[in-house]
């Protein structure tokens, strides 16, 4: 999957540059009376809509305030056994960490790769096993702020190999998305573009 998000980000790029070029190059007899109208006008527009608008403030707006993964957590002292529990009732891939008392505080991150490699694996026990025992600790977590834009997130993403990444603000956690989040932001934002420049083919601005 990693691998094809690397072609979402090179492809996204690659297309609109093509589009661009399709703009500069179709019907050159018309170039003297189209651009001298446009020139200082759409590519402010363009800029302002482009391929990196969205953020990750809008990905979690997308997901509602109670949707599944926005903000679901576990805390140090719960069982891993518990906290896979609460992964496979709400379909998610991992859970934010918090200390005992301090939701908004991040401890940590566990996920399904941490089960099999630290549980699974291993052979250990997950009811007796502490969740603060084999999560990824704070201080090795990669985080986002709710204003980095989403081909920014998916950059980080893949070039860490994680597939959810916490959102943090100056006040602490705000919530979490997922590798799936992300990429479903990008296509929508890709697809919102190309409509922008048809319509900027054929005089829609």
């Given at each position: 999957?990693?691998?094809?998000?690397?072609?979402?980000?090179?492809?996204?790029?690659?297309?609109?540059?093509?589009?661009?070029?399709?703009?500069?190059?179709?019907?050159?007899?018309?170039?003297?009376?189209?651009?001298?109208?446009?020139?200082?006008?759409?590519?402010?527009?363009?800029?302002?809509?482009?391929?990196?608008?969205?953020?990750?403030?809008?990905?979690?707006?997308?997901?509602?305030?109670?949707?599944?993964?926005?903000?679901?957590?576990?805390?140090?002292?719960?069982?891993?056994?518990?906290?896979?529990?609460?992964?496979?009732?709400?379909?998610?891939?991992?859970?934010v960490v918090v200390k005992p008392g301090e939701q908004r505080s991040i401890a940590g991150i566990?996920?399904?790769?941490?089960?099999?490699?630290?549980?699974?694996?291993?052979?250990?026990?997950?009811?007796?096993?502490?969740?603060?025992?084999?999560?990824?600790?704070?201080?090795?977590?990669?985080?986002?702020?709710?204003d980095t834009k989403v081909l920014k997130a998916m950059q980080l993403m893949t070039d860490n190999?994680?597939?959810?990444?916490?959102?943090?603000?100056?006040?602490?956690?705000?919530?979490?998305?997922?590798?799936?989040?992300?990429?479903?932001?990008?296509?929508?934002?890709?697809?919102?573009?190309?409509?922008?420049?048809?319509?900027?083919?054929?005089?829609?601005?």
């Amino acid at each position: 999957m990693l691998g094809g998000i690397q072609k979402v980000l090179s492809h996204g790029i690659v297309l609109k540059s093509a589009v661009l070029q399709h703009i500069r190059l179709v019907n050159p007899v018309m170039r003297p009376l189209l651009f001298p109208r446009y020139e200082s006008v759409a590519p402010a527009r363009m800029e302002e809509h482009g391929f990196e608008s969205t953020t990750i403030a809008d990905v979690l707006k997308a997901k509602g305030k109670n949707a599944d993964g926005s903000w679901l957590w576990c805390t140090t002292d719960d069982t891993v056994y518990d906290a896979v529990k609460s992964m496979t009732q709400h379909n998610v891939g991992a859970l934010v960490v918090v200390k005992p008392g301090e939701q908004r505080s991040i401890a940590g991150i566990i996920t399904e790769r941490d089960y099999l490699r630290k549980i699974i694996v291993q052979g250990r026990s997950s009811k007796s096993t502490k969740v603060g025992d084999i999560m990824t600790e704070e201080n090795k977590l990669v985080t986002v702020k709710p204003d980095t834009k989403v081909l920014k997130a998916m950059q980080l993403m893949t070039d860490n190999r994680i597939r959810h990444i916490p959102v943090i603000d100056d006040a602490g956690m705000i919530g979490m998305v997922s590798i799936g989040d992300v990429v479903r932001a990008v296509v929508s934002e890709h697809r919102e573009e190309l409509d922008r420049l048809n319509a900027y083919i054929h005089g829609g601005y």
